[in-house]
Each structure stands twice: as structure tokens, then as C-alpha cells.
T-cell receptor, first 116, second 115 residues
Framework: AQKVTQAQTEISVVEKEDVTLDCVYE???????LFWYKQPPSGELVFLIR??????QNEISGRYSWNFQKSTSSFNFTITASQVVDSAVYFC?????????????FGEGTQLTVNP | EAGVTQFPSHSVIEKGQTVTLRCDPI?????LYWYRRVMGKEIKFLLH????????ESGMPNNRFLAERTGGTYSTLKVQPAELEDSGVYFC?????????????FGPGTRLTVT
């Protein structure tokens, strides 16, 4: 069965520090998709990135970067030079194309607090 | 373009009462999903509509939950009768068709409290 583990429940950093949020997944499918969502204090879930299982290239978008490693079943998210506005709950999610269609399996989330 | 909207934002009801949550997806999105997050745990899938048809309802916890999507537009999720363990945040999401795998866009959620 599919599973997503975000072992870090809470992380607290000081502004301008770099921070990495870990995500480890389990799946039997060969075709799957990984996602990261951000939930700011306002409550909505904001889509950040989608990755498919055939594309292990790392991705960078501004201060955000993602490291996808199939060998360790990990899809980690790094924020460089963190800012107070990055404070939020971050969720990693998995979608298995073959066995469970398009529904998302989420991790429990990591609460990131960036202090000024 | 308007995002996914949900109504109400908060609902407080007593055990045994009925509550109906509404979701309006992004216009043109055939796929509509319901999820919920209970007690700070992970967000869990409830069900998936493709237009007006239920594609997957394997996550629905029991028969006290009824979801509809008449006409393939907005959707409602009714809980009747509500129990204490139903408290949580109910999210709705929508996405384009499934030919590819598209990201799901989420609404702000409805926080349900059953007392």
C-alpha cells in the first residue's frame, strides 16, 4: 500500500537559514507522481510542485528546490534563505497512477516556523 | 479565474445533527475530490467525482456520509447524523481531466466541529 512519511513534525529556524523538509514514500507502482503543498495560516492548500516517477531531475524555483531520489524513495524540499512568510505547514503527497488512480496520499505534514 | 470555493468556512453542530458542506470547483474541471484532516493528522482522501459520477468512494468512512455532484458542477457532502469523530477540516479539490495527471487545486476547507 502507498504511504508517505514526513518524519519532522515541527521545524523552527531563524530567518535567512536554509531548511530541508524530508519526505519518504512507499509505493509498488512504477508510475507515480509526487507533490508538495503549502498550507499557510489562512488554511488553503497551495500547490508547489508535481514530479513524475520517470523524471529524477532536481528542480529549482527561486528559493525553493526539490531533490527526488528514487534509490532512497525520497522527495525532499529545501528552502534557501528562509523568510517569515515561509511559515506554514508543508505536505508531501503521492499519487499512484496504476493502483489508486488520481487520489492523493498525504504525509502528516511538517509545521515550519521561521522566526525573525 | 476563481479558485475552488467552499461553504461554510466553519460549522459547529451538536452530535446527531446534520450538516451539509458545499464545494464549487474551478470552472471546467471535471474532477472533484473530497478530503479531510482530522485532529492534526494526515489529510485523507474521501472520494472522487468525474463530472457527476463517483469514480472512487473508497475513502468514505461510513454510510453517514453522502456526497453528490448533480449536473457535474458543484458538490455537496452531507453528514447525517454527525458524530464527535467527524470533527476536522474538510477540503475539496478539483483538477482537469485525467488524460495526464494534473495537480489538484484545493479550496480553503470547511472546519467542522461536532460537540
Amino acid at each position: 500500500a502507498q504511504k508517505v512519511t514526513q518524519a519532522q513534525t515541527e521545524i523552527s529556524v531563524v530567518e535567512k537559514e536554509d531548511v530541508t523538509l524530508d519526505c519518504v514514500y512507499e509505493t509498488r507502482d512504477t508510475t507515480y507522481y509526487l507533490f508538495w503543498y503549502k498550507q499557510p495560516p489562512s488554511g488553503e492548500l497551495v500547490f508547489l510542485i508535481r514530479r513524475n516517477s520517470f523524471d529524477e531531475q532536481n528542480e529549482i524555483s527561486g528559493r525553493y528546490s526539490w531533490n527526488f531520489q528514487k534509490s532512497t524513495s525520497s522527495f525532499n524540499f529545501t528552502i534557501t534563505a528562509s523568510q517569515v512568510v515561509d511559515s506554514a505547514v508543508y505536505f508531501c503527497a503521492l499519487s499512484e497512477r496504476e493502483t489508486s488512480g488520481s487520489r492523493l496520499t498525504f504525509g502528516e505534514g511538517t509545521q515550519l516556523t521561521v522566526n525573525p | 479565474e476563481a479558485g475552488v470555493t467552499q461553504f461554510p468556512s466553519h460549522s459547529v453542530i451538536e452530535k446527531g445533527q446534520t450538516v451539509t458542506l458545499r464545494c464549487d470547483p474551478i470552472s471546467g474541471h471535471d474532477n472533484l475530490y473530497w478530503y479531510r484532516r482530522v485532529m492534526g493528522k494526515e489529510i485523507k482522501f474521501l472520494l472522487h467525482f468525474v463530472k457527476e459520477s463517483k469514480q472512487d468512494e473508497s475513502g468514505m468512512p461510513n454510510n453517514r456520509f453522502l456526497a453528490e455532484r448533480t449536473g457535474g458542477t458543484y458538490s455537496t457532502l452531507k453528514v447525517q447524523p454527525a458524530e464527535l469523530e467527524d470533527s476536522g477540516v474538510y477540503f475539496c479539490a478539483s483538477s482537469l481531466d485525467l488524460a495526464g495527471v494534473y495537480e489538484q487545486y484545493f479550496g480553503p476547507g470547511t472546519r467542522l466541529t461536532v460537540t
